[in-house]
């Protein structure tokens, strides 16, 4: 017997670990990354794009690959309650590939600027990757919150970074915030662990099939566990952080934030339908959440038309997209969540254009832009080379180009035709259509074109003022590593309508997958083919 | 045992509660330790109290009482991240000190209208 078939038999194909490859890639990368001196840059961005390339085309073969089952890989081959699985089905690739096209285009921007304006910033980067995708593919709860951490901890490194006052001012409310979710969760998954004895989620659906004597003190549990992600949503009254935040942040930072707050609606809408969706704690919260919902989705709106910048607006349209896709959740409709999923990838492209966007229309008018050093010692000028090393030069187009995309932006984010948003939206409606019309079902649509409007008129008064009236600084310049990630991103919000029934079919699909949990519980549980090792 | 336990656990969280919600940045940092050690402590309670009976068993062992490895486990995990971030936040109180001059959560006292334009430490 050769190495090479003992490996076969023992390690099972190639194919098997792609389920791993996006946490570890990152993460063996990210140490790298730190070991590297920040004068290596050119290294540093092709490491980076390369490894988010393979994280994509990883989530891409995925996606592909799970079809209408879902992929289990046991770590160390031990069996489900008792080791650690990593679940890869519908909902978690579609996710996946979500995140690597957004990280992809958020690190492609930094290359231009960003990325000199303060160190370690492509490690942290592809630790936060690495955190979000960990949390799409866990199958428990416990393994759920230290991804969370890692995705976190990322995160706050990168909302300082550049420095400056605005974000460490903000930088220090948005850690307490995010100490507090986490200890929110803990406690929930404390209770949860107390009560039901499992942390692994399809173990925990299977046992609440049975009528249990501790349901009240497993549903508090839950209760203080969803308070955890719906902070992370930013859902109304939880999420006045996000807007401030995330307008503080660098852009490309602040693009990569957007799918943060996603990865709460996916823990959320996972859960809900998981454990909740039959068994001793049918329909645990839902009203709960379909009134967070309807309150972020006003609280937003309002919030938009109040912006008097870019970037607040930016945050505000994340905090609608997550508040509609909470609010679909509630209202307990198949067809209305798989709309809502499909609405919840195209508006996160289109903020996190927005989001670039901003920084492109902005810079140069906030004095607030410019970077200050917190440690003397490491600190180098990140823009002193910026003459030196500009790839490409200023494109006479610029203006046309970002006038264009931010129509695009805006026609997504609002919903109006014929862009995703409008398809998203409407498929939400017809969702709701189909069954009998309730109070709740006329108050998602009053609030769904409500927020339409009252995210038209903020961006086209926002876009008048930053592209039409007439300024004293010179018209935007844009270099062609942001042309590149702006160009992806909104040629992502295109595709998606022009390939819009395939991505509504699956959507629909994904939801009604998740409606039957039978199938996800006994490939995680029973399932005979193990793919570990 | 339960009652000390609880009772423990209990002032814990409260002076911590109390601590966050105070408009100094340090207190907000201690404030979050408290929690944190309430929550630690809230964990190991949910594996429930026993005295003196072993979380792993050898083979053949004769034990009546089996102490729960996981919530042991899962207190670790906690203990590391919580101490972790509660370092970083105190380099960040500290960086925040040292841009806005003050201690205040908000980066200004409250009678103060305007925030510092600029660093005024030396």
Redesign the interface.
Known sequence: MTAGSLNNETLGTWADHLVILPIVLPIAVAGVMFLLDERRRRLKEGLATATVLVQLATAIALFVRVGTAAEVYRLGNWAAPYGIVLVADRLSAMMLVLASLLGLAALVFSFARWSRAGPRFHGLFLLLLMGVNGAFLTGDL?NL??FF?VML?AS?GLV?HG???TR??T???Y??VN??A??FF??G???I??TMGT?NMADLARRLAAPSAETTLFEIGCAVLGIAFLIKCSAWPLGFWLPTTYAAATAPAAAILAILSKVGVYVVVRLSLLLFGAGSSEGFGQTWILAAGLATIAYGTVGIMAARELTRAAGYAVMISSGTVLAALGTGREGTLSGALYYLVGSTFAAGALFLLAEILQRGRDPADAA?P?FADEYRDPFDDAGATEIGRAMPAAVAIVSGGFLLCTLMLAGIPPLAGFVGKLAMFSGLASGTMTAASWGLIAALTLSSLGTLVPLVRLGIFSLWVPHDDPPPRLRSPEFAALAGLLAACVALVLWGGPALAYAEETVRWLAQPQDYIRAVLDGATGAGS | MEIVLSIGIGLFAASGVWL?LRPR?FQ?ALG?SL??YS??L??F????LTVGAPPVLGKGAEVVSVDDP??QA?VL??LV??F???A??LV??L??R???GNDH???REPHEAE?HPGNPHP
């Open positions: 416990f919150f230290v951490e901890a706050y300082l420095s400056g006052e460490i001012r930088g220090l409310g850690i307490a100490l507090v986490s200890l803990l406690v998954v404390s209770l662990y107390g942390l200050q917190v | 966050m940045t907000v979050l929690l944190s929550v630690n809230f964990i309670a949910m594996g429930r996981v919530p899962l995990t906690a991240i919580s972790a971030l509660t970083l936040f960040v109180l960086a925040a040292g841009v806005t959560v908000d980066g925030p």
